[in-house]
């Protein structure tokens, strides 16, 4: 079984699998660089997470329209390539990027939450890759609730910047996983650089804070498969920042949500 096969299997069943090496080193100089950039030059949806004087978890949306290096990686690096074959997709069609950074310090848990509830995305083959440019030792790392994809189950979102509930979505609250984790089966790694973890956007997950002294820059992009769809849901919703001119029950597509990978294609 080759290492694609072999994280095809673990996603199915887990939700969750996780590829070494995948990304070479000029790819994560790029992305390095392109964080660090983007860190100097936040955008309109940069935003930080935690009490007043305590944020520094911080996250970004969308660099890749404000930055070549982004685009260059969205469009250029395996990446798109990789969640087509992940979500067993014929295509793969980017959605949106996102910057979290915790610095060394950070007390601000990342906190249990699906995906694909924040978004007007609907479908089973949606998925983030989670890459590091830092090493990430598993205590700090993203922790993903196996098979939870397979609940069945929107749960409702929370801001992550003060934990307040998304209104008007009519989702339950999700359980509170931390308080009960013997009752689960929880997964995490140590992640390196090159290193890269793709998930299933119906997943349970969330990650510790980052008391020690490294740094975790991570780049998370988003990606779409043959079944997502554009549909709006009822609520608040974070993703599209803005309204895309889509009708509803359309595939996402246009110079925002470009294909950037095809099945057999050149």
Known sequence: MTNIEQAREDYDRDGVCILRGIFDRPWLDLVER????????PGPDAERYGPAGAERFFGDLDMWTRQESFRDFILKSPAGKLAGLIMGSSTSTFFYDQMLVKEPG????TPWHQDQPYWAVSGRQVCSIWLPVDSVPKDVALEFVAGSHNWGQAYNPAHFADGSPYDGTGLPELPDIEAARDNYDILSWDV??????I???????????????GRRRVLSTRWLGDDARYTVPKGEVAIPTTKPDLADGAPYSGALYPTVWRAGAA
Do not use: S
């Not at 390196?192 to 973890?197: A, I, K, N, Q, S």
């Open 199 to 213: 998930f299933q956007a119906m997943l349970v997950h969330g990650a510790p804070a980052n008391p020690k002294a």
């Open 34 to 41: 392109a964080i660090d950039e983007a860190l100097r030059h």
């Open 106 to 109: 950070t007390q601000q848990r």
């Open 192 to 197: 390196e650089p090159g290193d890269c973890l």
